[in-house]
């Protein structure tokens, strides 16, 4: 029973680890605009081909809560 469960939470781990990013592409391929991501109080945007930085109309970048 140990083992199944250990099983359990190392696919569901490298499940996570794989996807990471998945849905936020997905979503920019269905609207063509970059989906917006705050992570660490910095906010990026996410393109299907990558992600960047965003920034503030006088250079700076843009963060968030």
Known sequence: ????????????SASNLIGCGKIQKTMSSISGDGTEICQ???LYL????????AY???GTIKTCK
Request: glycine letters at 12%; charged letters at 10%; aromatic letters at 4%.
């Open 1 to 12: 029973m140990k083992k199944l469960i250990l099983l359990l939470l190392i696919t569901l």
């Open 46 to 53: 996410q393109f299907t081909s990558g992600v960047s930085v």
């Open 56 to 58: 503030n109309p006088n």
């Open 40 to 42: 660490g109080g910095v």
